[in-house]
């Protein structure tokens, strides 16, 4: 359990933000905390979808039960958000 930083890219934000999470955080936990900073402020809520975590220009998401520890992220890299079918 640490502190892990990453910038977020949130899908239809404008602005990057730097978001602290927890390396014992799931990928759906970690998407959480980047939705607090940009949905029903810069975005508007999607109801009935999911966000899912891909690495900055990446094709594939992680899947969403996958620790943040788990994976071979770096703090201060940046992660998109984006908004997925349920």
Do not use: W
């Amino acid at each position: 359990m640490a502190l892990f930083p990453v910038i977020s890219n949130f899908q239809y934000d404008f602005v990057l933000q730097l978001v602290p999470v927890d390396t014992d955080n799931t990928m759906d936990e970690v998407a959480a905390a980047a939705a607090h900073h940009s949905v029903g402020r810069r975005v508007a809520a999607q109801p009935g979808k999911i966000v899912r975590v891909r690495r900055q220009g990446g094709a594939d998401f992680f899947p969403r039960a996958m620790r943040l520890g788990e994976t071979d992220i770096k703090p201060m890299e940046t992660l998109e958000f984006i908004f997925c079918e349920a």
